[in-house]
């Protein structure tokens, strides 16, 4: 197997007819390396495109921007989690998880809907998420700051 010198990411040979493999890999070191997801494990059932945050049990519940412990939202499911299991979910980085959105507007936790987001500024307890760079698509980061 070579690898690339400056990042240590296969080669891919010529003639290779199946590249998943090796594809996977190489992603899997990226995120490893940017920390762009993180490994959580469910407090409650999950959903997609639920913004969550850790409890001091270690488990991740959905967020919602009330002042209370329900905040601040670290991390974006990408898929629907089970309570108990184990996912990678979405520190940082681009996601076409979404729909509706108004392309260059802020994207903020919900005050209002347990693991949601809205594109409407909160009065307080405002916490942004993201921002939308199309209808479907946006750059999250989760700092966990709160406004």
Same mark, same amino acid.
């Given at each position: 197997?070579?690898?690339?010198?400056? @990042?240590?990411?296969?080669? #891919?040979? @010529?003639?290779?007819?199946?590249?998943?493999? #090796?594809?996977?890999?190489?992603?899997?070191?990226?995120?490893?390396? #940017?920390?762009?997801?993180?490994?959580?494990? $469910?407090?409650?059932?999950?959903?997609?495109?639920?913004?969550? @945050?850790?409890?001091?049990?270690?488990?991740?519940?959905?967020?919602?921007?009330?002042?209370?412990?329900?905040?601040?939202?670290?991390?974006?499911?990408?898929?629907? %989690?089970? %309570?108990?299991?184990?996912?990678?979910?979405?520190?940082?980085?681009?996601?076409?998880?979404?729909?509706?959105?108004?392309?260059?507007?802020? #994207? @903020?936790?919900?005050?209002?809907?347990?693991?949601?987001?809205?594109?409407?500024?909160?009065?307080?307890?405002?916490?942004?998420?993201?921002? $939308?760079?199309?209808?479907?698509?946006?750059?999250?980061?989760?700092?966990? %700051?709160?406004?």
């Amino acid at each position: 197997m070579e690898t690339t010198p400056l @990042y240590e990411l296969e080669s #891919i040979p @010529y003639g290779v007819i199946d590249w998943t493999a #090796i594809l996977n890999r190489n992603f899997t070191k990226i995120d490893n390396a #940017i920390h762009s997801h993180i490994l959580i494990t $469910a407090g409650e059932a999950l959903g997609v495109r639920n913004l969550i @945050y850790m409890k001091s049990d270690g488990l991740w519940y959905k967020a919602k921007a009330d002042g209370t412990t329900t905040q601040p939202a670290l991390a974006m499911c990408r898929a629907a %989690v089970a %309570v108990g299991a184990q996912s990678r979910a979405l520190r940082h980085g681009y996601t076409g998880l979404f729909y509706s959105l108004l392309p260059g507007q802020l #994207i @903020y936790l919900s005050t209002t809907t347990l693991g949601s987001y809205t594109q409407t500024k909160p009065a307080s307890n405002i916490q942004v998420v993201g921002f $939308a760079l199309t209808e479907d698509t946006a750059f999250m980061n989760f700092t966990g %700051v709160i406004l």
